[in-house]
């Protein structure tokens, strides 16, 4: 990889029907470079904010990928699917009776009942590796998988609009905002509310409009003609500010960091707490490193080129 290839991170407004793997392709083939990389999957039927990395910028996914997340969708209760969403057909119904027992306050009561910190477990259908293989591939390949649970932390999770259809068997669709931490998967709450109703329940359409402090504002479309000019990449010293605390040190204590020693401190951060850091020099981001006790710095993951 040389200097002069792209160095950055783009947010990209992935769109239906492709696969996170393919966006990743179409960026690679419309920046004319091998070294891409995202912070998180979104489902083929997803659309929304997905945060790729390119160059060096793949040294940050790591930070990126953990952070909370924002999302709007439907859930439609009255049946159930394989995948937890519209990937697959429904082959669990409710009864309509039962359905149409449902009230405004029955749905706040179970929607209330799945915010902040809850045990989840992830659908069967999803990328989590169980003994070194997809899920989804055991699933496909016909085994019965049930995966263990995860602690996730739902911070908001309200209904925005109601809409009932009795016509044949009959379903409620709910449009929801969703704010929650890193690994929820929004299929699973869907899955569950409906389970706690006695409905079933599935998504039918998301939208991913947040990734930490990365949302639509700005977020690029993928253009069908990849021979279109490619917008510039958010340099990786103003991504890093964005997610971490930021020291600025000269030029022999950037080379200092980049040749693995440690600059005494202490150090007076801006932002957010937190014991990484990021480290720039001369407006470029030189590295993440950790704030040890003694307010020392030591560099975690090198960025600049040349210095060492």
Partial sequence: MSETSPQGILVCDKPQGLSSHAVVSRIRRWYGTRKVGHAGTLDPMATGVLVLGLGRGTKLLGHITGVSKTYAATIRLGAGTPTDDADSEPDVFADPARLAAVTDADIASGVTALRGPIDQVPSAVSAIKVDGKRSYARVR????????????????????????????????????????????????LARDLGAGLGVHGHLTALRRTRVGPFDLQGAVTIPDDLDTPAPPLIPLAEAASQL????????????????????AGPWTTTGVDGSDVAVTSAGELVSVAEVR????????????????
Avoid at 144 to 173: C, K, M, N, W, Y
Avoid at 293 to 307: E, Q, W, Y
């Fill in 293 to 308: 006790a003694d307010g020392s710095l030591k560099s975690r993951t090198a960025f600049a080129i040349g210095l060492a």
């Fill in 141 to 188: 390949a016909g085994e019965d998988v049930v995966l263990e649970p995860r602690r996730v932390e739902v911070t908001q999770f309200d209904v925005l609009e109601t809409r009932r259809d009795s016509a044949g068997g009959g379903h409620i669709d709910l449009d929801v905002v969703v704010d929650c931490s890193s690994g929820t998967y929004i299929r699973a």
């Fill in 244 to 263: 971490l605390p930021t020291v600025t040190v000269d030029a022999a204590g950037a080379r200092d960091l980049m040749q693995g020693k440690s600059l």
